[in-house]
C-alpha cells in the first residue's frame, strides 16, 4: 500500500511539475468593445506562432507555452489595466497586446513598465507611442499613424478628392490619426471643411453628421471603429444622404462593416498596415491551414508580435522577462538567416547552436530605435461590398 502512494505521489508531482514548467504567456486584446469582430482573429494569429513554437519540440530544449488571455475593451483603461495586473500577478513572461492605443499606453504605463514586463502590441499606432517612457518594454509590429495619416492622404489626393470633411473617435487614436491626416490632406491641397469628434457609444450620430454636412465635402474621413461610432457614422450619412463617399481609417476597415452595407460603400475606400510581400503570402498559407482568415486587420501583426517574443526567449537562452527585452530588437532587425512564417523551429534550432537570425515574418518586420515598426500600407478599396486590395503602399 505504502510503495502505491508513493508511486501515487510522483505520478502527481512529475505531471504538476512538467505543468508548473510552462512558459505563460499573456494576450490582451478588445474581446469586447469597438473592435470586437476584429479580435478573435488576432488572439488566434498569435496563439499559432506560440503553438507553433511549442509543437516544435525546440524552444529552451522542448519547453511549452500556456497562453492567458485578458479583456483591454479597447476603450476602458481601468478595466484594461486590471486585466494585465491579472495577467502579470498570473506570472506571464510577456504580453501580445494591447490594441488599441489609448490602453495599450495606460497598460505600458501603469503595468507593464513598472513590472519590466514587455508589450509588443501589433495594432496600437498612435504617434504619441512613440515617446513613452518604456524604459524599452514596449514595442509594436504596427506602424505609427503619423505614417500612416500621411499614406490615407495620399489616397485621398490620388483618387481625385478635392473637398473632406472629418469625423474621429474621441480618444488618442482618432485625436493623433486625424491631425495628421487633415494636416497631410491640406499639404496635398484638399480643402478639409471641418474636423470634429465623436463619442462611440451613442444610438443616433445624425447631429454629428448634420454638422458635417454643413461643412460640406466630397467625402467624409471617418477615422473611428468599425462595430462603433464610427458605424454610427456611416449609418446616419446615408440614411440623409449627406455622404456616400466614405475615407476609412484602419479601425474602420473590416467584414462586420461590409457585412452591415455592402454595396452601398462602393466608392469608398481607406488603408491599414499591411503587406503584400513574400511573408504576407506565407502567412496566409500558413494561417488558412490553422483554420484562421488572414485577410483581417492586424492578423499578421499579431503572428509577428507572438514570434518576436518566443524568439526573444529562446536568443538569451532563458523564458524570464529581462531575456525577452534585452533580445527582441536582436532577433528582430538581424543580420541573420531570414525567418518567415512557419519556420519558427528552424528559428529556434539556428538561435539554439549560436546562429544569428533576421525575422521578416509576415509584414516584413523592421524596428526603428524605438522599437515600431517601419512598417508599410495596404490601400483598400469596397468593390461589389467587400473589401478589395488595390496595391501596397
Known amino acids: 500500500m505504502r510503495k502505491l502512494i508513493i508511486a501515487a505521489f510522483l505520478f502527481v508531482s512529475t505531471i504538476s511539475t512538467s505543468v508548473l514548467a510552462d512558459i505563460k504567456m499573456g494576450i490582451i486584446l478588445g474581446f469586447t468593445g469597438p473592435i470586437e ?20 519540440g525546440s524552444l529552451l530544449g522542448g519547453k511549452k507555452i500556456t497562453v492567458l488571455e485578458g479583456d483591454s475593451t479597447c476603450v476602458d483603461s481601468a478595466a484594461a489595466q486590471a486585466a494585465a495586473e491579472k495577467l502579470v500577478s498570473d506570472g506571464v513572461v ?11 499606453g495606460a497598460i505600458a504605463t501603469n503595468v507593464a513598465v513598472p513590472n519590466g514586463v514587455v508589450m509588443i502590441s501589433p495594432s496600437a499606432t498612435s504617434p504619441g507611442l512613440t515617446d513613452l517612457a518604456d524604459n524599452g518594454y514596449f514595442f509594436r509590429t504596427a506602424p505609427s499613424d503619423a505614417r500612416g495619416g500621411q499614406i490615407l492622404a495620399d489616397i485621398t489626393k490620388d483618387r481625385g478628392v478635392k473637398s473632406v470633411a472629418v469625423s474621429y473617435t474621441n480618444n488618442d487614436y482618432g485625436k493623433g490619426l486625424a491631425d495628421v491626416y487633415a494636416a497631410a490632406a491640406k ?35 471617418v477615422i473611428g471603429y468599425l462595430d462603433q461610432g464610427g458605424k454610427g457614422i456611416i449609418q446616419a450619412s446615408l440614411d440623409s444622404g449627406a455622404f456616400d ?57 499579431s503572428y509577428d508580435a507572438g514570434a518576436l517574443i518566443v524568439l526573444a526567449m529562446q536568443a538569451g537562452g532563458k523564458a524570464d522577462r529581462a531575456t525577452i527585452q534585452k533580445n527582441v530588437m536582436a532577433v528582430a532587425n538581424g543580420p541573420g538567416t531570414k525567418i ?13 547552436s549560436g546562429k544569428a537570425i533576421d525575422y521578416e515574418g509576415a509584414t516584413g518586420v523592421t524596428f526603428t530605435g524605438v522599437g515600431e515598426a517601419e512598417g508599410s500600407f495596404l490601400e483598400k478599396e469596397i468593390k461589389k461590398g467587400k473589401f478589395k486590395t488595390k496595391k501596397q503602399r
Open 245 to 301: 463617399t466614405f475615407i476609412l481609417s484602419d479601425g474602420m476597415i473590416g467584414d462586420s462593416l461590409t457585412d452591415a452595407f455592402g454595396k452601398e460603400l462602393n466608392k469608398s475606400f481607406g488603408s491599414l498596415p499591411g503587406s503584400t510581400g513574400k511573408g504576407a503570402g506565407v502567412f496566409a498559407t500558413v494561417a488558412k491551414a490553422g483554420g484562421i482568415d488572414s485577410s483581417g486587420p492586424y492578423t499578421g501583426e
Open 94 to 104: 510577456a504580453i501580445m497586446g494591447a490594441d488599441c492605443s489609448g490602453v495599450t
Open 37 to 56: 469582430s476584429l479580435t478573435p482573429a488576432m488572439r488566434d494569429s498569435a496563439k499559432l506562432a506560440f503553438q507553433e513554437a511549442s509543437d516544435s
Open 187 to 221: 499639404a496635398h491641397g484638399i480643402k478639409v471643411t471641418a474636423v470634429t469628434a465623436h463619442e462611440d457609444g451613442k444610438a443616433d450620430y445624425s447631429s454629428e453628421v448634420a454638422t458635417l454636412a454643413a461643412a460640406g465635402g466630397d467625402a467624409v474621413a
Open 340 to 352: 518567415y512564417p512557419g519556420e519558427l523551429k528552424k528559428a529556434l534550432d539556428l538561435l539554439a
